[in-house]
């Protein structure tokens, strides 16, 4: 009872905060320290709940590593103008006839590239969105393709923290994660591009007031050396180098490009890294092109942080054993996709973020996983399929709520055309499934032989 009442206020004091506005990680800290007191209630001392906590904490160091490299390389593609670049072609060579399809396969691209969500949707997402309000469309439409392909690359990009996080969780190959969430995404991908492509041509477009272009190629120096900094980036993930040396590599060429092309001092390329890229206030792109910073991903590693830790605590304290006890039932390889994808949205529901969707879900599947002799890359592929991309289509959750916000869109108007988000899950469940019928219908014949 305890435990569901700690639940419950925490819930309410998260949706509270996301309802006023206020960032996600003081509620998170408050639901912490209650759930501390439940430990504590429960007879486990100070020391334990400190320890229980500092190894769940422990896990998301790793990520924690990455957030520094997101950051700064963040802010410094803008500075450099790669992601100004990535635009600017992208606008020139985009038909708008089929401005729903290209905002899809941009953002794909773009949050590939970047493994962030958040960073593809504050960027070319806000860009593409300022194009669509100047037309008649459908801007559900148009925000729904942007925030799924956001989450196309956030979920399978080696920079993305979400699939760093998954590999650490679950002791996995980052890259061989890679490869699995690819194969898996293939179908739901084209599928996905289909859909949009019918959108398309049902809602063609023209653009009456847009001179995006021509005010990035008025600001920056445009060619294709400044997008050496996205190419290495896609180049060392084809060769799986480390994710963290590649991402260094691509930040120091980044910073070589915004001092020598764009004319910007090395004491300014070292403020964009640490405290983020802003434009004078009187050009007109300062409201796009704006932010990234290692100083900017001190809340996301403050989430993250506390979200390992409270998982440290469930862990250590057996808080959740009968939910865990109901998901042990699970005796198909169905079934365990199946109540993954349950437990992943009640939790993305109750802990409004990402991360701990991923974390709780991971946490209560993890035995179920084990006893039905399932490895730890099908739970990396299961979560990946299920936490990572279904967080998003929850409006009050982070992952929803902060793309919306950032373009000024509806917080449920996005939510039927961001059709790759459930295409994915929806898939990878039909074909588990029909992969169980084949074995138990393969076992069957080979016992009626047998006999």
């Not at 996995?172 to 994660?177: A, D, M, R, S, V």
Request: positive net charge.
């Amino acid at each position: 009872m305890d435990v569901i009442l700690g639940m419950a206020v925490t819930f309410f004091v998260i949706v509270l905060s996301i309802y006023k506005g206020i960032f996600i990680g003081y509620p998170l800290i408050f639901g912490f320290f209650v759930f501390c007191f439940i430990s504590i209630k429960r007879g486990f001392s100070l020391k334990d709940i400190i320890n229980m906590s500092f190894d769940g904490g422990k896990k998301s160091l790793v990520v924690l590593k990455i957030f520094v490299l997101i950051g700064a390389i963040t802010g410094i593609w803008m500075a450099s103008g790669t992601v100004p670049s990535i635009i600017y072609y992208g606008i020139k060579y985009m038909n708008p006839n089929f401005f729903i399809l290209y905002s899809f396969i941009i953002s794909c691209i773009i949050s590939l590239l970047l493994g962030s969500a958040l960073a593809t949707v504050s960027t070319v997402g806000v860009a593409l969105i300022l194009m669509a309000k100047s037309t008649n469309i459908n801007i559900n439409i148009v925000a729904g393709a942007i925030i799924a392909g956001a989450y196309f690359g956030d979920r399978c990009s080696p920079m993305a923290s979400s699939a760093n996080l998954v590999a650490n969780l679950t002791k996995t190959n980052l890259y061989i994660n890679i490869q699995n969430m690819i194969k898996t995404s293939i179908f739901p991908l084209i599928l996905s591009i289909a859909i949009y492509f019918i959108f398309s041509l049902q809602k063609p477009i023209s653009f009456t007031q847009n001179n995006l272009s021509q005010q990035i190629a008025e600001t920056y120096k445009i060619n294709i050396i400044v997008l050496m900094p996205a190419i290495i980036i896609l180049i060392f993930s084809l060769f799986k180098v480390d994710v963290k040396l590649s991402m260094f590599i691509s930040i120091l060429t980044a910073s070589s490009i915004a001092i020598i092309f764009q004319q910007y001092s090395i004491k300014e390329v070292l403020t964009f890294l640490v405290l983020g890229f802003k434009l004078n206030p009187s050009n007109p792109l300062n409201i796009i092109l704006k932010g990234g910073g290692i100083i900017s991903m001190w809340k996301a590693a403050l989430v993250v942080f506390i979200s390992c830790a409270l998982s440290g605590i469930f862990s250590g304290t057996n808080m959740f054993k009968s939910i865990e006890d109901i998901l042990l039932k699970a005796k198909s390889r169905y079934t365990l996709f199946l109540y993954t994808g349950i437990t992943s949205i009640i939790t993305a529901a109750f802990g409004c973020n990402q991360s701990i969707a991923i974390i709780l879900t991971q946490h209560l599947m993890n035995k179920s996983y084990e006893n039905n002799e399932v490895d730890n890359y099908q739970l990396a592929l299961d979560l990946e399929n299920t936490a990572v991309v279904l967080a998003a289509l929850i409006p009050w959750n982070i992952a929803a709520f902060v793309p919306t916000t950032a373009m000024k869109v509806s917080s449920t108007g996005f939510i039927p055309y961001a059709v790759y988000l459930y295409l994915l899950p929806l898939f990878n469940l039909i074909k588990i499934f029909i992969n169980d019928i084949k074995c138990n219908r393969f076992l069957q014949d080979g016992y009626e032989f047998r006999n």
